[in-house]
Protein backbone atom coordinates (compact mmCIF):
# COMPACT_ATOMS: atom_id res chain seq x y z
CA UNK A 1 0.00 0.00 0.00
CA UNK A 2 2.82 2.35 0.95
CA UNK A 3 4.33 1.70 -2.34
CA UNK A 4 1.46 2.46 -4.08
CA UNK A 5 1.16 5.61 -2.36
CA UNK A 6 4.21 6.72 -3.34
CA UNK A 7 3.91 6.42 -6.64
CA UNK A 8 0.71 8.22 -6.79
CA UNK A 9 2.56 11.04 -5.20
CA UNK A 10 5.64 10.80 -7.62
CA UNK A 11 2.69 10.68 -10.41
CA UNK A 12 1.13 13.87 -9.25
CA UNK A 13 3.56 15.51 -7.95
CA UNK A 14 3.99 18.42 -10.07
CA UNK A 15 1.03 17.81 -12.64
CA UNK A 16 -0.99 20.84 -11.49
CA UNK A 17 1.22 23.85 -12.78
CA UNK A 18 1.55 26.27 -10.24
CA UNK A 19 3.15 28.81 -12.82
CA UNK A 20 0.84 28.89 -15.30
CA UNK A 21 -0.87 31.47 -13.18
CA UNK A 22 2.31 33.29 -12.36
CA UNK A 23 3.93 33.70 -15.74
CA UNK A 24 1.33 34.75 -17.62
CA UNK A 25 0.01 37.29 -15.18
CA UNK A 26 2.84 38.62 -14.14
CA UNK A 27 4.17 39.03 -17.97
CA UNK A 28 0.78 40.69 -19.10
CA UNK A 29 1.18 42.96 -16.57
CA UNK A 30 3.24 44.62 -18.36
CA UNK A 31 0.31 46.10 -20.76
CA UNK A 32 2.96 45.77 -23.80
CA UNK A 33 -0.63 46.01 -26.27
CA UNK A 34 -2.25 48.54 -24.14
CA UNK A 35 0.77 51.03 -24.04
CA UNK A 36 1.00 51.42 -27.99
CA UNK A 37 -0.42 54.18 -30.45
CA UNK A 38 -2.68 53.18 -32.79
CA UNK A 39 -0.56 53.02 -35.63
CA UNK A 40 2.14 51.10 -33.54
CA UNK A 41 -0.60 48.72 -32.95
CA UNK A 42 -1.87 47.99 -36.43
CA UNK A 43 2.34 47.86 -37.33
CA UNK A 44 3.01 45.30 -35.11
CA UNK A 45 -0.51 43.33 -36.03
CA UNK A 46 1.71 42.17 -39.20
CA UNK A 47 4.36 40.99 -37.47
CA UNK A 48 4.57 37.37 -37.02
CA UNK A 49 6.22 37.93 -32.76
CA UNK A 50 4.63 41.22 -31.53
CA UNK A 51 5.39 41.31 -28.06
CA UNK A 52 7.60 38.78 -25.49
CA UNK A 53 8.57 38.61 -22.23
CA UNK A 54 11.07 36.37 -20.43
CA UNK A 55 11.36 35.91 -16.26
CA UNK A 56 13.18 34.24 -13.58
CA UNK A 57 12.27 33.68 -10.01
CA UNK A 58 13.32 32.12 -7.26
CA UNK A 59 10.88 30.92 -4.12
CA UNK A 60 11.33 29.84 -0.91
CA UNK A 61 8.27 28.62 1.09
CA UNK A 62 6.81 25.92 3.97
CA UNK A 63 3.44 24.41 4.75
CA UNK A 64 3.34 21.96 1.67
CA UNK A 65 1.30 18.92 2.20
CA UNK A 66 2.42 15.50 0.74
CA UNK A 67 5.63 16.87 -0.17
CA UNK A 68 6.26 17.65 3.59
CA UNK A 69 8.92 20.54 5.07
CA UNK A 70 10.19 23.24 2.96
CA UNK A 71 9.97 23.47 -0.45
CA UNK A 72 12.55 25.85 -2.78
CA UNK A 73 12.57 26.88 -6.06
CA UNK A 74 16.03 28.17 -7.13
CA UNK A 75 15.53 28.15 -10.80
CA UNK A 76 11.75 29.03 -12.41
CA UNK A 77 12.17 30.22 -15.92
CA UNK A 78 8.84 31.18 -17.89
CA UNK A 79 8.37 32.91 -21.21
CA UNK A 80 5.18 34.54 -22.44
CA UNK A 81 4.54 35.96 -26.03
CA UNK A 82 2.11 36.96 -28.35
CA UNK A 83 1.63 36.39 -31.85
CA UNK A 84 0.03 37.13 -35.10
CA UNK A 85 -1.91 34.10 -34.60
CA UNK A 86 -2.22 33.86 -30.74
CA UNK A 87 -0.53 33.49 -27.45
CA UNK A 88 2.14 31.01 -25.95
CA UNK A 89 2.83 30.69 -22.39
CA UNK A 90 5.65 27.64 -21.65
CA UNK A 91 8.20 27.37 -18.46
CA UNK A 92 10.45 25.03 -16.31
CA UNK A 93 11.27 24.50 -12.84
CA UNK A 94 13.33 22.99 -10.57
CA UNK A 95 12.52 21.93 -7.18
CA UNK A 96 14.08 20.57 -4.09
CA UNK A 97 11.64 19.36 -1.24
CA UNK A 98 13.79 19.69 2.18
CA UNK A 99 11.95 16.64 4.05
CA UNK A 100 11.79 16.90 8.09
CA UNK A 101 14.16 13.65 8.41
CA UNK A 102 16.85 16.08 6.69
CA UNK A 103 16.93 14.15 3.58
CA UNK A 104 16.78 16.52 -0.24
CA UNK A 105 14.72 15.54 -2.93
CA UNK A 106 14.66 17.19 -6.28
CA UNK A 107 12.57 17.22 -9.44
CA UNK A 108 12.07 19.17 -12.08
CA UNK A 109 8.52 19.96 -14.38
CA UNK A 110 7.49 21.79 -17.46
CA UNK A 111 4.33 23.08 -19.03
CA UNK A 112 3.79 24.28 -22.88
CA UNK A 113 0.71 25.99 -23.37
CA UNK A 114 0.21 27.86 -26.72
CA UNK A 115 -3.39 29.37 -27.88
CA UNK A 116 -4.88 29.94 -31.54
CA UNK A 117 -7.30 33.02 -31.75
CA UNK A 118 -10.29 33.03 -33.53
CA UNK A 119 -9.95 36.79 -33.85
CA UNK A 120 -6.45 37.14 -35.10
CA UNK A 121 -6.50 34.31 -37.51
CA UNK A 122 -10.07 35.43 -39.10
CA UNK A 123 -9.04 39.13 -39.07
CA UNK A 124 -12.34 40.43 -37.10
CA UNK A 125 -13.02 41.87 -33.65
CA UNK A 126 -14.74 39.34 -32.13
CA UNK A 127 -15.16 41.80 -28.66
CA UNK A 128 -17.85 42.38 -27.49
CA UNK A 129 -19.86 43.95 -24.35
CA UNK A 130 -21.89 41.76 -22.11
CA UNK A 131 -23.55 44.29 -20.22
CA UNK A 132 -23.55 48.09 -20.40
CA UNK A 133 -20.52 50.54 -19.60
CA UNK A 134 -18.29 47.60 -20.95
CA UNK A 135 -18.33 46.34 -17.32
CA UNK A 136 -17.70 42.79 -18.69
CA UNK A 137 -16.16 43.19 -22.38
CA UNK A 138 -15.77 39.81 -24.43
CA UNK A 139 -12.52 40.15 -25.98
CA UNK A 140 -11.43 37.30 -28.28
CA UNK A 141 -11.92 33.40 -28.70
CA UNK A 142 -8.96 31.10 -28.75
CA UNK A 143 -8.36 27.15 -29.00
CA UNK A 144 -5.96 26.33 -26.18
CA UNK A 145 -3.56 23.26 -25.79
CA UNK A 146 -1.65 22.54 -22.85
CA UNK A 147 1.37 19.84 -22.50
CA UNK A 148 2.48 18.62 -19.06
CA UNK A 149 5.41 16.80 -18.50
CA UNK A 150 7.89 15.88 -15.49
CA UNK A 151 11.26 14.48 -15.33
CA UNK A 152 10.03 11.15 -15.70
CA UNK A 153 7.11 11.01 -18.30
CA UNK A 154 6.05 7.49 -17.21
CA UNK A 155 4.79 9.24 -13.96
CA UNK A 156 4.11 12.81 -14.93
CA UNK A 157 2.74 13.88 -18.24
CA UNK A 158 -0.85 14.86 -19.98
CA UNK A 159 -2.02 16.64 -22.55
CA UNK A 160 -4.89 18.88 -22.14
CA UNK A 161 -7.10 20.31 -24.94
CA UNK A 162 -10.13 23.12 -25.25
CA UNK A 163 -10.81 26.58 -25.34
CA UNK A 164 -10.46 29.54 -23.93
CA UNK A 165 -11.68 33.48 -23.33
CA UNK A 166 -10.15 36.88 -23.10
CA UNK A 167 -12.16 39.11 -21.06
CA UNK A 168 -11.89 42.91 -20.05
CA UNK A 169 -13.95 43.26 -16.41
CA UNK A 170 -13.94 46.76 -14.29
CA UNK A 171 -15.00 44.65 -11.60
CA UNK A 172 -18.54 45.62 -11.85
CA UNK A 173 -17.63 49.31 -11.20
CA UNK A 174 -17.01 48.47 -7.65
CA UNK A 175 -13.12 48.28 -7.60
CA UNK A 176 -11.31 51.00 -9.56
CA UNK A 177 -10.76 50.02 -13.31
CA UNK A 178 -10.27 47.13 -14.96
CA UNK A 179 -8.42 43.88 -14.58
CA UNK A 180 -5.32 44.17 -15.87
CA UNK A 181 -5.97 40.91 -17.96
CA UNK A 182 -8.91 37.73 -17.15
CA UNK A 183 -8.54 34.78 -19.14
CA UNK A 184 -10.25 31.39 -18.73
CA UNK A 185 -9.64 28.45 -20.45
CA UNK A 186 -12.36 25.01 -20.47
CA UNK A 187 -9.87 21.65 -20.99
CA UNK A 188 -10.51 17.91 -21.88
CA UNK A 189 -7.41 16.52 -19.67
CA UNK A 190 -6.05 13.47 -20.73
CA UNK A 191 -3.45 11.48 -18.28
CA UNK A 192 -0.86 9.85 -20.61
CA UNK A 193 1.34 8.89 -17.66
CA UNK A 194 1.41 4.93 -17.10
CA UNK A 195 0.73 6.23 -13.63
CA UNK A 196 -2.43 6.82 -13.98
CA UNK A 197 -3.66 3.33 -14.12
CA UNK A 198 -4.06 0.78 -16.37
CA UNK A 199 -7.72 1.22 -17.93
CA UNK A 200 -6.55 0.50 -21.50
CA UNK A 201 -9.83 3.25 -22.35
CA UNK A 202 -8.34 6.18 -20.67
CA UNK A 203 -8.09 9.54 -22.57
CA UNK A 204 -9.73 12.90 -22.74
CA UNK A 205 -12.48 11.87 -19.52
CA UNK A 206 -11.59 14.69 -17.33
CA UNK A 207 -12.63 18.59 -17.40
CA UNK A 208 -9.93 21.13 -16.06
CA UNK A 209 -11.24 25.04 -15.80
CA UNK A 210 -8.07 27.99 -15.44
CA UNK A 211 -8.67 30.91 -14.90
CA UNK A 212 -5.58 33.56 -14.85
CA UNK A 213 -6.15 37.01 -13.60
CA UNK A 214 -4.09 39.99 -12.41
CA UNK A 215 -5.03 43.26 -10.84
CA UNK A 216 -2.85 46.58 -10.57
CA UNK A 217 -2.71 48.52 -7.53
CA UNK A 218 -1.11 51.75 -7.15
CA UNK A 219 -0.86 54.71 -4.27
CA UNK A 220 1.54 57.17 -4.74
CA UNK A 221 4.82 55.46 -6.34
CA UNK A 222 3.68 52.34 -4.74
CA UNK A 223 2.64 49.96 -7.36
CA UNK A 224 1.37 46.13 -6.47
CA UNK A 225 0.28 43.61 -8.76
CA UNK A 226 -2.18 40.79 -7.31
CA UNK A 227 -2.33 38.20 -9.68
CA UNK A 228 -2.21 34.51 -9.91
CA UNK A 229 -4.59 31.57 -11.22
CA UNK A 230 -7.26 28.94 -10.19
CA UNK A 231 -7.24 25.11 -11.36
CA UNK A 232 -11.02 23.52 -10.94
CA UNK A 233 -10.07 19.19 -11.86
CA UNK A 234 -13.62 18.12 -11.94
CA UNK A 235 -12.63 14.58 -10.80
CA UNK A 236 -14.17 12.20 -13.91
CA UNK A 237 -10.60 10.73 -15.02
CA UNK A 238 -8.15 8.71 -12.95
CA UNK A 239 -7.66 12.47 -10.25
CA UNK A 240 -9.61 13.12 -7.67
CA UNK A 241 -11.87 16.67 -7.77
CA UNK A 242 -9.44 19.17 -7.12
CA UNK A 243 -9.27 22.83 -6.26
CA UNK A 244 -6.31 24.71 -6.39
CA UNK A 245 -5.95 28.85 -5.81
CA UNK A 246 -2.57 30.26 -5.58
CA UNK A 247 -2.79 34.08 -5.65
CA UNK A 248 0.49 36.37 -5.76
CA UNK A 249 0.88 39.67 -4.04
CA UNK A 250 3.98 41.33 -5.45
CA UNK A 251 5.85 44.61 -4.60
CA UNK A 252 7.13 46.58 -7.67
CA UNK A 253 10.36 47.39 -6.65
CA UNK A 254 11.52 48.32 -10.18
CA UNK A 255 9.22 51.06 -10.17
CA UNK A 256 10.80 53.25 -7.26
CA UNK A 257 14.23 53.56 -9.66
CA UNK A 258 12.23 54.35 -13.05
CA UNK A 259 12.09 50.81 -14.52
CA UNK A 260 8.40 49.51 -13.46
CA UNK A 261 7.42 45.51 -13.82
CA UNK A 262 10.95 44.32 -14.01
CA UNK A 263 11.62 43.97 -10.69
CA UNK A 264 9.37 42.71 -7.95
CA UNK A 265 9.32 40.91 -4.32
CA UNK A 266 6.18 39.52 -2.51
CA UNK A 267 4.18 36.66 -1.25
CA UNK A 268 2.67 33.55 -2.75
CA UNK A 269 -0.29 31.23 -1.36
CA UNK A 270 -1.06 28.06 -2.11
CA UNK A 271 -4.33 26.70 -1.38
CA UNK A 272 -5.19 23.18 -2.85
CA UNK A 273 -7.90 20.89 -1.76
CA UNK A 274 -7.04 17.85 -3.03
CA UNK A 275 -3.16 17.91 -3.52
CA UNK A 276 -2.43 16.35 -6.86
CA UNK A 277 -6.04 14.84 -7.15
CA UNK A 278 -5.40 12.64 -4.37
CA UNK A 279 -8.36 12.44 -2.31
CA UNK A 280 -7.64 14.04 1.71
CA UNK A 281 -8.70 11.75 4.28
CA UNK A 282 -8.03 11.40 8.24
CA UNK A 283 -5.23 8.55 7.63
CA UNK A 284 -3.53 11.01 4.44
CA UNK A 285 -3.84 15.03 4.64
CA UNK A 286 -3.59 16.13 0.93
CA UNK A 287 -5.45 19.64 1.81
CA UNK A 288 -3.08 22.58 1.70
CA UNK A 289 -2.68 25.95 3.11
CA UNK A 290 1.49 27.02 2.34
CA UNK A 291 2.90 30.25 1.63
CA UNK A 292 6.09 31.25 -0.29
CA UNK A 293 8.39 34.47 -0.57
CA UNK A 294 9.17 35.29 -3.99
CA UNK A 295 11.76 37.40 -5.73
CA UNK A 296 11.04 37.70 -9.58
CA UNK A 297 13.30 39.45 -12.69
CA UNK A 298 11.95 40.21 -15.74
CA UNK A 299 14.41 40.23 -18.92
Request: proline share 3%; charged share 25%.
Amino acid sequence: MKAIEMSVIDTMRHTAGRTQRLVIAAALSLGVLAAQTPDASAAEDKKLLQWMDNSYSILYGAGFEIDDGDQWDPLLLEHVSGWAFGDLYTFVEYTRFKNPTGDDNTSWYGEFSPRLSLGKTLGKDMSFSIFGDNIVVWKDTLFAMGYERGRNSDLTESLLLGIGFDMDLSVFGVIGDRFEHFQINFYARNELNDGAGDDPERGFKDLQITIVAAYPLEIGRTKILIDGFIDYVAGFGPQAKNFHFSPQIKLDIGNYWGKPGVFYVGVDIDYWKNKYGIKDSDAFNTDQLAASVLIKFHF
